[in-house]
């Protein structure tokens, strides 16, 4: 994934860019990048390495470094960036959030045109962002060729520019998958993907940019340079996983989301005449809890904390480059409170389950713990389709999602002519899932959200969202 936050201002702007920034580091574990514009220095750039250090520790001594009244950052999952350019546009620095999934197709039409080059990376690779800029730089105006850029591209790119006169660009990408918010203070404009970032920095969120807006920012005021198109299809794993709880994406808050999400599940599981004895309810930290305390406030059930992340120096278990070691630091940050787990029927509620590899590991860490039986609950239904749009999660098969795999083994390939009977926990192909990865996990039971009750507990109509990942509907 990824996320920026930038500011166009009338004073220097330089630390509330880098708290900005840093609050977003949730959504990446790669590169850090800041970009100013100081109007005695120019455009100025520092990027640097976030696998093995957060960004405030790497970015600490910008400040001796750097200056300006227009700035922007950005955590990156994927290539360094921003980037400076000189282009037919002009001066700028540039970020994108998204992913770019026929990257080599365009990269070989541009290289076909006379002159055309891009600076290799190891292996050859090109920056996704100068692709981005190379597209589009074939226009004569910053909103026709971020347009042109996005019509060519396959997957998604949001985008964020810092011209070389301290204005911004922003534009959110074309249908709307990923957020982009407007703050204004009395200084100036902030841009932001995370809407809490603003409110903590001061500024008053204006609105949200729809589908393919393009806006350009100065101190003094907002032009719209393409105004919002009329299809949006934002992602639904904002609310479920990856989004940060005090953010509201389309006037929806996560954390609520999260609450309602899970008052849903115990709607679902009282529908269905679950009543096995339950000892306490729990999340699988850290986004499985919020679900979870919905889920225990409308069962009725106590809800208690049966182990800890010990996270004080590994924030997240995927940030090592292997999965064998994100596995093992997964494991090591588990901390168990004994008197929660031993001899107790445990309900735990997961965000999802995509291969279920750390959620088999943490099952078998409760069962050596002493827990009597585990039950699990996922906040959204099972992931059939891996997600073509961005890049929050690591599948490049859809085969390494575990649902896919179980469902290979129960009918073979014929099973994938059933996908939507499979996704329902109340058909005999639905029933034969959860059970099957019940049995090979060595749950208790198991259950997952439908995708009726995801979209209710999200409250925006079915045709803004994209669930592509749960029904393969684009």
């Known amino acids: 994934m990824g996320g920026f936050f930038g500011i166009t201002s009338r004073k220097d702007c330089l630390v509330d860019v880098f708290f900005g920034t840093d609050y977003h580091s949730h959504l990446g574990t790669r590169r850090g990048g800041l970009a100013a514009y100081d109007p005695e220095i120019g455009l100025q750039r520092k990027i640097h390495s976030i696998e093995n250090a957060p960004f405030r520790t790497k970015f600490e001594n910008v400040f001796h470094e ?39 197709e365009l990269i070989e039409t541009c290289l076909s045109k006379e002159g055309g080059y891009f600076d290799a990376m190891t292996g050859g690779r090109v920056n996704s962002t100068q692709l981005f800029s190379a597209l589009m730089s074939q226009k004569t105006d910053f909103a026709e060729g971020i347009r042109y850029a996005q019509e060519l591209i396959e ?20 249908v709307g998958r990923l957020p982009v918010c407007i703050g204004k203070s009395e200084d100036g404009y902030a841009v932001s993907f995370e809407s809490f970032a603003c409110l903590k920095l ?20 907002e032009e719209v340079l393409r105004p919002a198109g009329k299809t949006k299809r934002i992602c639904s ?20 989301m999260r609450y309602r999400n899970g008052e849903i599940m115990a709607e679902q599981d009282e529908q269905n005449g679950f009543d096995e004895p339950i000892d306490y309810v729990g999340g ?56 929660l787990i031993q001899g107790k029927n445990l309900l735990f509620v997961d965000d999802s389950i995509v291969r279920g590899t750390q959620l088999k590991e943490t099952v078998e860490f409760l069962y050596e713990n002493g827990a009597k039986a585990v039950h699990m609950r996922s906040a959204c239904p099972p992931i059939l389709f891996g997600c073509k749009f961005l890049n929050f999660s690591r599948t490049t098969s859809d085969m390494e999602l575990i649902a896919r795999r179980v469902i290979l083994e129960l009918e073979g390939e014929e099973g994938f002519a059933h996908l939507d009977e499979y996704s329902d926990g109340t058909t005999e192909r639905g029933k034969n899932l959860r059970r099957a990865i019940a049995d090979r996990f060595h749950f208790a039971s198991l259950d997952f959200q439908s995708l009726e009750g995801v979209i209710k507990a ?13 029904n393969g509907k684009e």
Request: net charge neutral; proline share 7%.
């Open 284 to 339: 699988v930290p850290d986004s499985g809890t919020p679900h979870a305390i919905g889920y225990a406030n409308q069962s009725g059930k106590k809800f208690a904390r049966a182990f800890i992340k010990y996270t004080p120096t590994w924030s997240r278990s995927f940030m090592p480059q292997t999965q064998t070691d994100r596995d093992r630091i997964a494991k090591m940050k588990q901390i168990p409170v004994h008197e």
């Open 202 to 221: 001061g500024f008053e969120l204006e609105r949200e940019l729809g589908p393919g807006e393009i806006v350009h920012l100065t101190p003094a005021g």
């Open 155 to 174: 997957g998604t790119a949001s985008v964020l520019i810092l011209k070389d006169d301290g204005s911004l660009i922003a534009a959110r990408d074309k």
């Open 237 to 256: 794993f904002l609310w479920s996983y990856y989004g940060y709880p005090t953010s509201n994406y389309e006037g929806v808050n996560v954390e609520a």
């Open 66 to 104: 750097m200056r300006g009244i227009a700035a922007i950052g950005c955590i990156s999952d994927t290539d360094p960036q921003p980037l400076l350019v000189r282009s037919r546009l002009g001066n700028y620095a540039i970020c994108i959030i998204g992913v770019i999934r026929n990257a080599d």
């Open 458 to 470: 999200i409250g925006l109509p079915p045709c803004e969202l994209c669930t592509y990942c749960w």
